[in-house]
């Protein structure tokens, strides 16, 4: 019998390294026996990940069922409203949100920024058409939607494609998010009053300038780059 020199567990006579710690069996008075069978399979059991295709029908159909069974209780027994059209809507849009994990291998990041963009425009048209008055989907949401859309296309451009620092991409990143937020209030303020005035947005913006300005300071000194890269890791 021999133990693990290391963890002093009790070692097989086949073991030639301790199962545990990987410590090698030197043992003088019991060399490794190799004739008889060893108890511990050969082979390291491993479950398969869970394979696109499978997600893809486990996630349809959790969407589906949970759309059809609204709708089920909507026409047959919660005879409020058309409620049930919000969930049917809102399932749909997950659906598109979980398309890259579906199809991993055949759509791009653009692409899929695009029909989200699509899916939400799609479902607030669907809130609009529930709920017509004050044209707020023509002038507030639409707008709002394809701007936001637009903008994370140019921040993923700059993230993704173009091989600046770290630094820099986060920059752009909080530029974009001022803009995108300037934007919105803009869409707001011109569609309720007729004129637009910074009031929520300004906050947003002046918190951003400043990071920017933080962030441009660090990537024009080397020495604070440096140590920002070794303290960060990156
Ligand atoms: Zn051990």
Redesign the pocket.
């Known amino acids: 019998m021999s133990y693990?020199?290391?963890?002093?567990?009790e070692l097989d006579a086949t073991a030639a390294a301790?199962?545990?710690?990987?410590?090698k069996v030197y043992n003088p008075n019991q060399p490794v026996a190799t004739e008889v069978p060893t108890p511990y399979p050969t082979v390291k059991g491993a479950v398969e990940p869970v394979k696109a295709k499978e997600f893809t029908i486990l996630m349809t159909i959790i969407l589906l069922t949970t759309a059809v069974v609204c709708v089920l209780l909507n026409v047959f027994t919660i005879q409020i409203g058309r409620w049930s059209l919000y969930v049917v809507g809102i399932c749909a849009m997950l659906w598109v949100f979980f398309i890259p994990l579906f199809f991993p291998e055949k759509t791009s990041i653009y692409t899929n920024l695009a029909l989200n963009g699509l899916s939400i425009a799609l479902f607030l048209a669907l809130v609009s058409w529930l709920h017509p008055n004050n044209n707020w989907y023509e002038h507030i949401a639409l707008p709002i939607v394809i701007l936001g859309t637009l903008l994370l296309e140019i921040i993923f451009i700059f993230v993704f494609m173009l091989k600046s620092s770290m630094i820099v991409k986060a920059a752009v990143s909080m530029a974009a998010i001022a803009v995108i937020c300037v934007a919105t209030e803009m869409v707001i303020d011109l569609h309720l009053r007729g004129y637009f005035y910074l009031r929520w947005s300004a906050i947003v913006l002046t918190c951003c300038v400043v990071i920017d300005i933080i962030l441009m300071t660090i990537y024009l000194q080397e020495g604070l780059r440096a140590e920002i890269r070794r303290r960060m890791h990156f």
């Open positions: 693990c020199v290391n963890c002093g567990v301790c199962p545990l710690c990987n410590t």
